[in-house]
């Protein structure tokens, strides 16, 4: 079993425990220390509790704030003879996520490499008239990519997701892995027109996933090609309606996901869950998309489990 403890000074680990679960769920065994606060036992008692949970068939991964710190120096003097443990100085929440949601055993090789990629994730994000520098160096293809379309008639192993944030941290550091993609697909017509919105978006995307960014229209096009045949993608849409248009057009997608929408619109709308919001044109919407594709769900972080639109209708 992996057990995975957050350790720092003051309450910063506690302060982590809600947008880390907002990622990765809270069914992974996660313990956060607090060192040096009134209210808490001390360093030494949490620490040895943590520890007194890992067995010797278990896998335990401990991040602490600050290399050299006294929580970082306390915690590694206290797992020097335990081999099944690793501890991580300095972290953030890209690599927190990284190794909570890495499969199987880690080594010391694997959680080096996560280290490094988590270390790309700090970047100056401010865009100007060039553009941002972008780790992944996703760059759209050109025009001329868009010709001698051939059409494709099996079943796609497409995922269309609505999500009016369409790329952002959860679709980066996790449905990104769920779905290991080959690319992601933005399909809206006003993003499709703003630079500045693309340049945004693409400061999310993973390294080595392609990312587009096209009119919903064009997108239709794009998934009849028999180039995204073998190709593991994910086209994000912010509304049901634009979800809709697409499987109109193409019929042989694989998965319909209805992930997080509803809260940045105004007016009346009807909670279907905690991350659906929809207004009366948008459940028409739905109700129309699910005649075509009966299996469309809400499930906003794969750990959670699916719902089936229709049930909600």
Not at 201 to 227: C, H, N, Q, Y
Not at 268 to 281: A, E, G, H, P, R
């Amino acid at each position: 079993m992996k057990r995975v403890a957050i350790a720092s000074h003051a309450k910063l680990a506690e302060g982590i425990k809600s947008t880390l679960e907002l990622f990765v769920g809270t069914e992974f065994d996660i313990t956060y220390i607090c060192a040096y606060v009134d209210d808490y036992p001390s360093l030494d008692e949490q620490v040895a509790s943590f520890l007194s949970k890992v067995k010797d068939d278990d896998q335990a991964i401990i991040f602490t704030d600050l290399y050299g710190g006294s929580v970082n120096q306390n915690i590694t003097l206290a797992v020097k003879d335990r081999k099944n443990i690793f501890v991580i100085a300095g972290f953030n929440l890209p690599l927190v996520i990284e190794t909570v949601l890495a499969p199987g055993e880690l080594d010391f090789g694997k959680l080096k490499q996560i280290v490094a990629s988590s270390q790309k994730a700090i970047q100056i994000t401010n865009l100007d008239e060039k553009g941002a520098d972008n780790p992944s160096e996703n760059k759209s293809p050109e025009k001329s990519e868009k010709a001698d379309l051939v059409p494709f008639t099996g079943v796609l192993p497409t995922t269309i997701r609505v999500d009016e944030r369409l790329i952002h941290g959860q679709i980066a550091m996790v449905w990104s892995r769920e779905l290991n993609l080959h690319g992601i697909i933005v399909a809206n017509d006003e993003v499709a027109d703003n630079e500045t919105q693309q340049m945004a978006l693409k400061m999310a995307v993973p390294a080595g996933i392609k990312v587009l960014i096209r009119p919903v229209e064009e997108v239709g096009k794009i998934l009849t090609d028999s180039r995204a045949q073998n190709k593991r993608l994910l086209v994000l849409v912010r509304t049901v309606k634009d979800a809709l248009r697409l499987v109109e057009k193409v019929a042989n997608i694989e998965m319909v996901n209805i992930g997080n929408v509803g809260k940045s619109v105004e007016g009346q709308k009807k909670t279907l869950s905690q991350f659906v919001m929809l207004t009366d044109s948008e459940l028409e919407a739905l109700a129309k998309l699910v005649a075509l594709y009966p299996e469309t769900a809400l499930q906003n972080l794969p750990t959670d489990k699916k719902v089936l639109a229709k049930t909600l209708l």
